[in-house]
């Protein structure tokens, strides 16, 4: 069983930073390809941003410029910088594992991904 623990979330004001972390229990996956999602109140999944096996990153249109996906494979960690936060980022933000290193067609679709995280709540204030 493949665990994938999210933290780094919470409230802060928008214009504020935060670092989402995801720790992944099982050190095989560190070559897989990776993603973050979130979900809104009322709202479907959403694609946010990923990264592959070889580190070669893709971010929704919606945080490019603002938010970075990286992952540290010695730590077994996968990170998310978010940086000049709106109100419209308020969501949950969840991490999941592919069991592929490849991106893929369809990487941001949720059901692409195998393991998910159980999520960890941001929210911006205006």
């Known amino acids: 069983q493949v665990l994938l623990v999210e933290s780094g979330g919470g409230l802060v004001q928008a214009g504020g930073s935060l670092r989402l972390s995801c720790a992944i229990s099982d050190a095989t996956f560190s070559s897989s390809a990776m993603g973050w999602f979130r979900q809104a109140p009322g709202k479907e999944r959403i694609f946010v941003a990923a990264i592959n096996g070889r580190g070669t990153t893709a971010h929704a249109d919606s945080v490019k410029g603002r938010f970075t996906i990286s992952r540290d494979n010695a730590k077994n960690t996968l990170y998310l910088q978010m940086d000049s936060l709106t109100p419209d980022d308020t969501a949950i933000y969840s991490c999941?594992?592919?069991?592929?290193?490849?991106?893929?067609?369809?990487?941001?679709?949720?059901?692409?991904?195998?393991?998910w995280g159980q999520g960890t709540q941001v929210t911006v204030s205006s």
């Open positions: 999941a594992a592919k069991l592929s290193p490849y991106f893929g067609s369809s990487y941001y679709l949720p059901s692409d991904y195998a393991y």
